[in-house]
T-cell receptor, first 114, second 110 residues
Framework: DTGVSQDPRHKITKRGQNVTFRCDPISEHNRLYWYRQTLGQGPEFLTYFQNEAQLEKSRLLSDRFSAERPKGSFSTLEIQRTEQGDSAMYLC????????????FGPGTRLTVT | AQSVTQLDSQVPVFEEAPVELRCNYSSSVSVYLFWYVQYPNQGLQLLLKYLSGSTLVKGINGFEAEFNKSQTSFHLRKPSVHISDTAEYFCAVSLNDMRFGAGTRLTVKP
């Protein structure tokens, strides 16, 4: 068990560019979550998947954001036409079927939009 | 909708002293409560959780929390802190999705 991994760890991009982040959950964890964390704040829920199905999306997830989990394993989060306000830490977490409330977090991807 | 308020943004304390980090929640229905810790440049790690049963919950690293339904609180305590406990602590409430408080920065001084 290597834990939840995220790639890249850091991303610097110019405003207007598209970025994509990847999350690899703990194997056999059927739930996968995405959060956004800005400086001095707690994580804010964005969306979650159960296997490949996206079951819930926050209002924070604007039309420029899209998340996928095509085979029920890894997930990607894409932000199109990035804005400076998108600068944040993007966290991924996964949880096992028997205990969906115990979420295991990855180290996060820090996005800086210049 | 549920929400969480962490009453202290920063808590400085000396090593070996006791500490309490305060958390209040609001929800119209029964919820599940959690405390997570985030060390610098690391992801969040679950300290403890309350789902049901005993209101006193013991977690890792010597931390414990008490669920108080009448006061809608879930305060985190440790009787004697170490330098290594310096980190950001987040209280969270979950019904369908997880809602986090803004965090409390615990700084343990020698």
């Amino acid at each position: 068990d290597t834990g939840v991994s995220q790639d890249p760890r850091h991303k610097i991009t110019k405003r207007g560019q598209n970025v994509t982040f990847r999350c690899d959950p703990i194997s056999e964890h059927n739930r996968l979550y995405w959060y956004r964390q800005t400086l001095g704040q707690g994580p804010e829920f964005l969306t979650y998947f159960q296997n490949e199905a996206q079951l819930e999306k926050s209002r924070l997830l604007s039309d420029r954001f899209s998340a996928e989990r095509p085979k029920g394993s890894f997930s990607t989060l894409e932000i199109q036409r990035t804005e400076q306000g998108d600068s944040a830490m993007y966290l991924c977490a996964s949880s096992p079927r028997p205990d969906p409330y115990e979420q295991y977090f990855g180290p996060g991807t820090r996005l800086t939009v210049t | 909708a549920q929400s969480v308020t962490q009453l202290d943004s920063q808590v400085p304390v000396f090593e070996e002293a006791p500490v309490e980090l305060r958390c209040n929640y609001s929800s119209s229905v029964s919820v599940y409560l959690f405390w997570y810790v985030q060390y610098p440049n690391q992801g969040l790690q679950l300290l403890l959780k309350y789902l049901s049963g005993s209101t006193l919950v013991k977690g890792i690293n010597g931390f414990e929390a008490e669920f108080n339904k009448s006061q809608t609180s879930f305060h985190l305590r440790k009787p004697s802190v170490h330098i290594s406990d310096t980190a950001e602590y987040f209280c969270a409430v979950s019904l369908n999705d997880m809602r986090f408080g803004a965090g409390t920065r615990l700084t343990v001084k020698p």
